[in-house]
C-alpha cells in the first residue's frame, strides 16, 4: 500500500506491485496516488511498518504509472521482472476476451483483498476492460493471469455519463497492460 502526502497534509492511499529487476527493489503504482515528492511518499508493508521511497524513477502521465525504488522488503516476495512477464506470443494467450485475471489491492483502504475477474473488452491505446470490483485505493494493483504472469496494473474503474448523470460503473476496470511500461529504466 503506497500513502503519498502533499505539502498541504491531504494523503493518498493506492496499491503498488514489488517488483525486483537487476538486485535492485521497485514499486510500479498509478502516478495519479503520488502527490507530493519522494521524501512524503511511503510504502505500507505487511508487518505494519513503513518503508521510505528512495527515488522516483519515473512518472507517466500518458499511461498513468510510476516506478518508485525502495529498499528490500524482508518478508515480502518481490516478483522478477522480465521473467514474470509474458513473452511474445504469450500476450495472445494470456489477454483474449473472457481471460480469467485476478488482482489483490487495499481498495476503501481495506485489504489487502483479492479479487477475481475476466477480460470483457478493449478499450483504444491497449487498455484493457475487467469484468470485477474495485474501489478508491486498489489503482495500481498488479492484475495476473492465472498462471501468475505480471499483464498489467489497475488503473481505474469506468465512469460514464448515463440518463441521471455521471455514473461509477464499479465493476468494470480499467487495466493496463504491462507492455505499456517502459521497463528500460530499471533493466
Given at each position: ?33 503520488l502527490l507530493g515528492p519522494c521524501e512524503d511518499t511511503r510504502i505500507w508493508t505487511e508487518d505494519g511498518g ?65 479479487f477475481p475477474g475476466r477480460i470483457v473488452g478493449y478499450a483504444d491505446g491497449d487498455f484493457i476492460y475487467m ?57
Amino acid at each position: 500500500r503506497i500513502l503519498s502526502k502533499t505539502p498541504t497534509g491531504a494523503i493518498a492511499s493506492t496499491t503498488g506491485t514489488y517488483i525486483k529487476a537487476k538486485g535492485r527493489h521497485y514499486i510500479v503504482t498509478v502516478m495519479h496516488g503520488l502527490l507530493g515528492p519522494c521524501e512524503d511518499t511511503r510504502i505500507w508493508t505487511e508487518d505494519g511498518g513503513f518503508t521510505p521511497c528512495r527515488e522516483i524513477i519515473i512518472m507517466n502521465p500518458i499511461i498513468d504509472y510510476a516506478i518508485i525504488e525502495i529498499d528490500e522488503l524482508p518478508l515480502s516476495e518481490p516478483i522478477p521482472i522480465p521473467r514474470a512477464l509474458p513473452r511474445g506470443d504469450e500476450w495472445l494467450e494470456t489477454i483474449p476476451n473472457q481471460a480469467q485475471l485476478y488482482y489483490t489491492g487495499y481498495p476503501n483502504s481495506t485489504g489487502p483483498l483479492t479479487f477475481p475477474g475476466r477480460i470483457v473488452g478493449y478499450a483504444d491505446g491497449d487498455f484493457i476492460y475487467m469484468h470485477s470490483f474495485a474501489w478508491g485505493g486498489a489503482s495500481g494493483s498488479g492484475v495476473f493471469a492465472l498462471d501468475g504472469k505480471l499483464v498489467g496494473y489497475l488503473l481505474a474503474i469506468d465512469v460514464g455519463e448515463t440518463i441521471h448523470g455521471v455514473d461509477v460503473l464499479e465493476d468494470i476496470v480499467v487495466v493496463v497492460p504491462t507492455f505499456k511500461i517502459d521497463w528500460s529504466l530499471i533493466l
